[in-house]
């Protein structure tokens, strides 16, 4: 690659001068440097982290606390029950609903952290099905139960995920679901250091130098990449955005007539806290307005309070509905500012920043915004192969691509599952499991340790499998543990 010296240089002497050295000088120079430096970035994203840089540079010495005596609880306006939504009356009705939506999923997460290849929503979650199976099922229910509705599935991938995801939708080409792909802005990380982006620092460009930032990025990248412009032309009216891996986010008919009913242009779909979740964003009414109330903004000697499961009831799910015609009109007026979160990383013993925004932050941006409190069986998210083991067990039943809770539950919440660092990687989970156990009367179970368990296991109450360091245990086959702490290094004799 060819690089400008003198621009270059510019931004090293910006950059090292006094700390009296104003934000714009430092612009001036990144707008002459992303022409040149970041010439493999386009216009949109190039604008973008330069705005993104440039506040946070701005805001970083003076960074402004929410003052506490301004949140309130959020209205029933603000926040609804979800069962208090009006129902559609008619299958017809049903369908003029679908016809005004398309479904979109963040798709730009790999699934490393599971010790899995490629992007996150092809592994294997269900039935030999990957998430992205299941998606498609369920849309294609939809637009077989509705063939005039033609619901799209929009995925926005990072730079880590798109080519791999091009080659794997080639799959479901005869299905009925149309899928478009578009990619989220590539941001290059910061040296911590310096405060230079990380391509100024190399001879060449290097896949480490960059970064997806966040799902914040969504409103940008769908409005640059004119799909917003062809949904409405197709006259879609609502978009519903939803990671990839929470195979709880299924079209809801009762939530979008709520919405065109009162004519909302953002809907957030929250769900009651537990203990697991205390460090979830919540909706609050701030200065008498909608707002979403991140952990990062609370000052410290409140923490507590936040936390707190009595105050603060319901925690943000990332299930988002929003206006098609309000994204268009917010983002041609350029007054989104969305909250930066600064990622700390380190990337080849380089400490780096990553400047991130989140799409539930820009709720105060729309009109007649609000929340709904929904069930927690909108919100299953595959974090880690704990989660993984939830889902795939006989706790749930797959119809059309959904899960749904398994009836023979006598109880409407699940199991808290926490599995060891020798379980983290699928491959280990697996090799450990003879098969899932039945955890159909399970409350609580812990693993840590060097654990095996046999082919048809069944789990009940409040079950706690600990190996000691050096030592094994092996659950036999057909074993039934019921309120049960193994500890040691045991063959337990099965019932």
């Known amino acids: 690659m060819n690089r400008d010296s003198s621009s270059l240089q510019d931004f090293k002497g910006v950059m090292d001068k006094s700390a009296a050295s104003t934000v714009s000088e430092k612009l001036t120079v990144m707008n002459q440097m992303a022409a040149v430096e970041l010439e493999k970035m386009t216009d949109s994203e190039t604008a973008g982290f330069v705005e993104l840089y440039g506040r946070y540079m701005s805001e970083r010495s003076k960074k402004a606390e929410i003052k506490w005596d301004l949140i309130e609880q959020p209205s029933e306006n603000m926040l609804q029950r979800y069962d208090t939504l009006p129902k559609p009356a008619t299958d017809e009705e049903q369908a003029n609903l679908l016809s005004k939506l398309a479904v979109l999923k963040l798709n730009g997460g790999l699934g490393t952290s599971m010790g899995c290849k490629g992007p996150k929503s092809v592994i294997e979650v269900r039935d030999d099905t990957t998430f992205l199976d299941l998606i498609v099922q369920q849309i294609g ?50 040296v911590k250091e310096s405060l230079e982006p990380m391509p100024l620092t190399h001879e060449n460009y290097a896949h480490e130098d960059w970064y997806p930032p966040g799902h914040g990025d969504f409103f940008q990248s769908i409005y640059s990449s004119g799909l917003v412009d062809t949904l409405l032309a197709q006259g879609k009216e609502y978009i ?110 380089t400490k780096v920043i990553q400047l991130e925004t ?109 190996a000691n360091p050096g030592n094994t245990i092996m659950i036999p086959d057909g074993s039934v543990l019921e309120n049960k702490v193994v500890l040691g290094s045991l063959h337990v004799i099965p019932h």
């Open 240 to 349: 519903f955005v939803s990671n990839v891996d929470n195979l709880g986010a299924t079209v809801d008919l009762n939530i979008l007539k709520d919405l065109v009913d009162r004519q909302v242009e953002y809907c957030m779909e929250l769900t009651d806290k537990t203990r697991a979740d205390i460090k979830g964003g919540t909706i609050i009414s701030y200065d008498g307005k909608v707002s979403l109330l991140e952990v990062a903004q609370v000052p410290g000697k409140y923490i507590e309070e936040f936390k707190s499961v009595s105050k603060f009831k319901v925690f943000n799910t990332n299930n988002i509905w929003v206006s098609l015609r309000a994204i268009k009109r917010v983002m041609q007026s350029g007054e989104m500012k969305l909250d930066i979160i600064v990622n700390n990383k380190e990337v080849k013993g």
């Open 141 to 190: 229910q939809l637009n077989k139960s509705h063939p005039k509705a033609n619901v799209p599935l929009l995925l926005m991938n990072s730079f880590n995920t798109d080519s791999e995801t091009a080659k794997i939708i080639r799959k479901y080409q005869d299905t009925s679901v149309t899928i478009t792909t578009f990619q989220q802005s590539r941001y290059p990380r910061i």
């Open 358 to 466: 989140a799409i539930g932050a820009a709720i105060g941006y729309f009109n007649n915004a609000c929340g709904v409190n929904v069930p927690r069986s909108r919100f299953l998210p595959v974090k880690s192969t704990s989660d993984l083991m939830l889902i795939q067990s006989n706790m749930y039943n797959l119809k059309s691509g959904s899960l749904v809770m398994n009836p023979a539950r006598q109880f409407t919440t699940t199991p808290v599952i926490k599995l060891g660092k020798e379980f983290k990687k699928v491959a280990q989970y697996l090799e450990r499991l003879g098969s899932i156990p039945d955890i159909l009367e399970l409350d609580h179970l812990t693993v840590s340790g060097d654990v095996y368990f046999g082919a048809n296991t069944t789990l009940k109450g409040t079950v706690i499998v600990v």
